[in-house]
T-cell receptor, first 115, second 116 residues
Framework: AQSVTQLDSQVPVFEEAPVELRCNYS??????LFWYVQYPNQGLQLLLK??????LVESINGFEAEFNKSQTSFHLRKPSVHISDTAEYFC?????????????FGSGTRLSIRP | NAGVTQTPKFQVLKTGQSMTLQCAQD?????MYWYRQDPGMGLRLIYY???????DKGEVPNGYNVSRLNKREFSLRLESAAPSQTSVYFC???????????????FGPGTRLTVT
């Protein structure tokens, strides 16, 4: 079975400061890893994903995440945040080609940006 | 292309009442899911349907039933609502593993349900 742990439930930062949202996972098989973002009163949207290949993956709005197999981590980073990044962020893990087709989500990290 | 749609957006029920949450997708996806979201607990899978005609229990199925009416529609039914079912409910869908974006789940806007 797979599980995901997001170590921080809330992260407050000042605008233009860097941020790191931490995510650790456990799995006995190879997995896909995802970060989803949920803006207030909306559904979840995929932010970025790691499937294979380069361990550093990037989103179109400046976020990046690095897959670290030895530490079973997939932390999300941004060098300079904006007010518009205020949202809840969910780390998730999925098993490719599994018949169950499920994705397991972490408990979420609420990112709040102070001006 | 509307993606994943859910109705209703909001609902208030009294304990013991029943209701059905509707979900539809227009992306020709095989797999569909129902999640509930509660503060501090992330998303928990209630039921899923890997393909038309099949349904399976997720992490928290008690008190719910589902119907995969056809490839497009996947409904969630609360037969006798309880206050513990107060939550935000999300429907999602995903293509087959042959789909180039098979890894991505597409979410609806959610239904906010309050049971008093």
């Amino acid at each position: 079975a797979q599980s995901v742990t997001q170590l921080d439930s809330q992260v407050p930062v000042f605008e233009e400061a860097p941020v790191e949202l931490r995510c650790n996972y456990s799995s006995s098989v190879s997995v896909y890893l995802f970060w989803y973002v949920q803006y207030p009163n909306q559904g979840l949207q995929l932010l970025l994903k790691y499937l294979s290949g380069s361990t550093l993956v990037e989103s179109i709005n400046g976020f990046e995440a690095e897959f670290n197999k030895s530490q079973t981590s997939f932390h999300l980073r941004k060098p300079s945040v904006h007010i518009s990044d205020t949202a809840e962020y969910f780390c998730a893990v999925g098993v490719p080609y599994s018949s169950a087709s499920k994705i397991i989500f972490g408990s979420g990290t609420r990112l709040s940006i102070r001006p | 292309n509307a993606g994943v749609t859910q109705t209703p957006k909001f609902q208030v029920l009294k304990t013991g009442q029943s209701m059905t949450l509707q979900c539809a997708q227009d992306m020709n996806h095989n797999s569909m899911y129902w999640y509930r979201q509660d503060p501090g607990m992330g998303l928990r899978l209630i039921y899923y349907s890997a393909s038309e005609g099949t349904t399976d229990k997720g992490e928290v199925p008690n008190g719910y039933n589902v119907s995969r009416l056809n490839k497009r529609e996947f409904s969630l039914r609360l037969e006798s609502a309880a206050p513990s079912q107060t939550s935000v409910y999300f429907c999602a869908s995903r293509g087959s593993w042959q789909d180039p974006r098979a890894y991505e789940q597409y979410f609806g806007p959610g239904t906010r349900l309050t049971v008093t």
